[in-house]
């Protein structure tokens, strides 16, 4: 487990310089003081727009970044630059996330998957769900039962 306040790949502050026709980017890594002392267990960071998931050893999942689509878990667009714990998945024991370009997914200790955005999340969970549930009848059946 990392801890979360020296944690990669938290935010980066990325400089450009453009000199003549030659240009050079490099980053610092910042410490994110919003989680210092937490235990990380687990990062996800969305592209394009992106938003940033983290899961602390208690379960629980902060979010900040881009919050177009609803994206962050707290309802509504709006964005942040700080971590905020998602209240909605406070207590569910959340072992891993996974972000999308405008999509956040949560797996929980007990296999329930979560995931949130405008409509297009509730399409992709009832899917996933249902990939689930055929995996579970075709192939695990017969061993649990």
């Known amino acids: 487990m990392l801890p979360?306040?020296?944690?990669?790949p938290l935010p980066v502050i990325s400089y450009v310089v453009a000199i003549g026709k030659c240009i050079?980017?490099?980053?610092?890594?910042?410490?994110?003081?919003?989680?210092k002392g937490c235990q990380v267990i687990d990062v996800a960071c969305g592209s394009?727009?992106?938003q940033t998931l983290c899961v602390t050893d208690?379960?629980?999942?902060w979010s900040w970044g881009d919050g177009?689509?609803?994206?962050?878990?707290r309802g509504g667009s709006d964005g942040c630059k700080v971590p905020i714990r998602i209240?909605?998945?406070h207590g569910m024991a959340v072992?891993?996330?996974?972000?999308?370009s405008q999509?956040?997914?949560?797996?929980?200790?007990s296999g329930a998957v979560y995931t949130w955005q405008v409509l297009v999340g509730v399409i992709l969970l009832i899917l996933i769900y249902l990939v689930v549930y055929f995996l579970w009848t075709e192939r695990f059946r017969d061993t649990f039962l």
Request: glycine share 10%; with cysteine.
């Open 4 to 8: 979360c306040h020296y944690a990669k």
């Open 68 to 73: 177009d689509y609803g994206k962050l878990g």
């Open 58 to 61: 208690d379960g629980d999942v």
């Open 87 to 89: 209240e909605s998945l």
């Open 95 to 100: 072992v891993k996330v996974e972000c999308g």
């Open 24 to 35: 050079c980017v490099w980053s610092v890594t910042v410490k994110v003081e919003a989680l």
């Open 48 to 50: 394009g727009d992106a």
């Open 103 to 109: 999509f956040s997914v949560a797996l929980t200790k």
